[in-house]
T-cell receptor, first 115, second 109 residues
Framework: GAVVSQHPSWVICKSGTSVKIECRSLDFQATTMFWYRQFPKKSLMLMATSNEGSKATYEQGVEKDKFLINHASLTLSTLTVTSAHPEDSSFYIC???????????FGPGTRLTVT | GQQLNQSPQSMFIQEGEDVSMNCTSSSIFNTWLWYKQDPGEGPVLLIALYKAGELTSNGRLTAQFGITRKDSFLNISASIPSDVGIYFCGGGSNYKLTFGKGTLLTVNP
């Protein structure tokens, strides 16, 4: 149980375009999902907390207009990187929380490369 | 914000050896979780701890929630090559997890 999928697994886009990443909890309902960014050989940096049916809560320093998050259902959250630039290239990982337990189950990640 | 100090940063061991890593903080946490991440993949939850002093095992893995709620350790016994990866601790409070910087484990067959 507690499986989280992410799509796409990798994407290459041109500078100035927007990219949408989907995160789905496959076998449980997730009121809360999280979006992380990870640089090579670095830890997980929380970008935002996504709550179903309400606005996401962004961490300090994360531009909410650049990283749009939508949590339209209990099994789906999306992250849209708008007007992507090369510095947005990174590994983006989502997670879904089980029953407000702090237990987060992670998706396999999305490798974004902006050229 | 809250910070976790995870050590060691990396370890090189021989197959069969035991491994220990830990996380400490000046902050109190309600939960401690340990994850393993393989290259290019998302972290996988290994053990979750919810009570100060709690000692929990998952196969060859054992983790403890420190009595002060400010630290946790993870032990791996009789390591095998597939234990290779990055291990992260996560401290839970204020409805989110704070992660350590990870311990890179290399196991030589």
């Amino acid at each position: 149980g507690a499986v989280v999928s992410q799509h796409p697994s990798w994407v290459i886009c041109k500078s100035g375009t927007s990219v949408k990443i989907e995160c789905r909890s496959l076998d449980f309902q997730a009121t809360t999902m999280f979006w992380y960014r990870q640089f090579p050989k670095k830890s997980l940096m929380l970008m935002a907390t996504s709550n179903e049916g309400s606005k996401a809560t962004y961490e300090q320093g994360v531009e909410k207009d650049k990283f749009l998050i939508n949590h339209a259902s209990l099994t789906l959250s999306t992250l849209t990187v708008t007007s992507a630039h090369p510095e947005d290239s990174s590994f983006y990982i989502c997670s879904a929380e089980v029953r407000s337990s702090y237990e987060q189950y992670f998706g396999p990640g999305t490798r974004l490369t902006v050229t | 914000g809250q910070q976790l100090n995870q050590s060691p940063q990396s370890m090189f061991i021989q197959e069969g050896e035991d491994v220990s890593m830990n996380c400490t903080s000046s902050s109190i946490f309600n939960t401690w979780l340990w994850y393993k991440q393989d290259p290019g993949e998302g972290p996988v939850l290994l053990i979750a701890l919810y009570k100060a002093g709690e000692l929990t095992s998952n196969g060859r893995l054992t983790a403890q929630f420190g009595i002060t709620r400010k630290d946790s350790f993870l032990n791996i016994s009789a390591s095998i090559p597939s234990d290779v990866g990055i291990y992260f601790c996560g401290g839970g409070s204020n409805y989110k997890l704070t992660f350590g910087k990870g311990t890179l484990l290399t196991v030589n067959p």
